[in-house]
């Protein structure tokens, strides 16, 4: 089933085309990378197809449901997009957890306020999620009190407290080091072997390699090459080799 559908998506800053005819689709279960170097667009991508960013031109869908079409693009009322947001959760490079917020609190904030549930349910999901990540004895911590990989983990366990269908990572890992870094892929690899549906924008070259059902190439808002991990890593195309053999030295 597809869970995500983007076709001929164009989006402009000040009149520079940033992202120029973009068309992909995720199917359930698939991991995708997405790859390519900076001011390629891959960010953008991701703010569009979460709705931060206000799309140009195309189509957006999630599991059929359509959330913008035409050009200039119109969006569905802000009802249908409430729901359609209920589809899909967001981790930034940043973390974005509320610093005044125990990681508790940070994790059960959405759930109760948004989608209403009770306030015990909340929390043991919170519970799950923690011991699932690692972070069970932090649950009273605040995010100061965190290392930066454990921050991250706490904001994909806020992010999996939505239960959404498809989980967006925009570089998680940018903001780490090498360490912290190692942690927070492991949580990924996890995901990805509970078929969590997930779409990665990444710099981690090797990481890609071993989690990806298929990885994305862009460059300058276009699509350069698609294709299963061995295809490319082997690919003829001398920019995306170049771009790898740099991304991995």
Partial sequence: MKLLEINHLKKNFDG???????????????????IGPSGSGKSTLLRCATLLETMDGGELLYMGETAAAGE???????????????????????FHLFPHYTVMKNII???????KISKKEAEERAIKLLKQLGLEDKAQSYPYQLSG???QRVSIARALALQPRILFFDEPTSALDPELTIEVLKVI???AKENMTMIIVTHEMQFAKEVSDRIIFME??????QGTPEEIFASENT???????KMNT
């Fill in 16 to 34: 520079l085309q940033v992202l120029k005819d973009i068309s992909l689709s995720v199917e359930e279960g698939e991991v995708v990378s997405i």
């Fill in 72 to 94: 200039p693009c119109i969006y569905e009322p802000k009802k249908q997009l409430k729901q359609i947001k209920k589809c899909f959760g967001l981790v930034f490079q940043s």
């Fill in 109 to 115: 904030d959405a759930p109760v306020s948004v989608e």
């Fill in 149 to 151: 990989g454990q921050q």
């Fill in 189 to 191: 690899k996890e995901l």
């Fill in 220 to 225: 300058q808002g276009v699509i350069q090459e």
């Fill in 239 to 245: 920019r995306v080799r170049e771009f790898i053999g």
